[in-house]
């Protein structure tokens, strides 16, 4: 049995959100409610970086303060710095000494560390959510990333990172304390519910990039559509790249049926239109750094009950495939479109998979695994 006997009662988080916040909003749902003192700090990404960021503090559950920071349109080096300052400014109002600090990916850690310093927080935990070996085409900012991040690593109390992959290539780098901390899940649908679904529709969730590979199920939608007639596509998020498939859609002749509804803030709304899909899709680029990351979309598609078709690229797709949660594919639009089409014509073999689906999301729910790495840490502590 898992005792919450361990929960900081004073935490600030930071991150930087995009469409879908994943595993970093799920940190703030569980210490809200929990702690004394909770305070979540939120920076935009990408496309929005010229919004504000913003400050929310709650006291178990309640929320009791909002502060925000004004945004400008920069360069992203030039961004990153004023997160920082927003970051050490927001603390500075608070007047409070934090117990825990978790800051989501390197930039934000380290501003846990140097609150550490300042005698702000008690210990920092790097919450490590993706990899990628090269992460900006610019050498020099590449590697002044990755000297940070390995900074992050050596200076922070405790390393939680989202796969095991990740959790392996940061124990090498020299992390005190590893923890695997995966995104978790914090509803399911209700399978008795009468939801009326369109069984021929794949949805797509999240962040429009390149590397997301969403261009693949909307080219494999021409081979498909040979097989079901009336397969469509959903697309839900906004990116870089949504110029670039939008183009890709209309140039094939699916501009009526790849339907883009761009970004959807009522997470609720969000939910809605999964469930009344058929199919999720996460059709990663082999130039991802999903490999290292855990594609917490596909844990959301599971929990609408919905079949899952992965490329080969995130290690979370060998479970999906154990499990008979969905089906893996190379990045090839005929292989993916004859997966498509068995999940849309055999209703037995897709309520199997769908059946399946919402069984391993279940094994994912966020309090447990949030629990479980506190209590390993306190653990770990009292043995020192």
Known sequence: MIYDVSVPDSVMEAYHTIFNPGSIKLVAQFFSKRSSLFAEISHPFEGRRFEQSSCVIYSHGEMIGVSKFPGIKASPVILYFKDFIATLWFAGRIRKRFDLFIGADCLNAAVGIALRKLGICKQVVFYSVDFSPRRFP?????????????????????????????????????????YLVPPGINWLIDVKSNVPRDRNRMVYIGNLSEEKGVQLAIRALVVLRRIVPDASLLVIGTGPFEKELKAIAEDLGLANIVEFVGQVPDQAKVREMMSRSGIGVAPYTSDSYEPYAFPGKVLEYMACGLPVIITRVPSFSKVVSDRRAGLIVSYDEEE?????????????????????????????????????VLNAMYRMNKTR
């Not at 689906?357 to 695994?369: F, P, S, W």
Request: proline residues 0%.
């Open 138 to 178: 610019n050498r020099i900012l590449d590697r002044a990333y990755h000297l940070l991040e390995q900074f992050t690593v050596d200076s922070a109390d405790y390393v939680w990172s989202v796969s095991e992959t990740l959790r392996e290539i940061n124990s090498k780098r020299g992390a005190r304390q590893s």
């Open 336 to 372: 993916f479109a004859q997966a498509a089409g068995r999940l849309m014509v055999e209703n037995d073999f897709c309520g199997e998979i769908r059946g399946n689906a919402l069984r391993l999301a279940a094994e994912y729910d966020y309090e447990a695994i949030f629990i479980g």
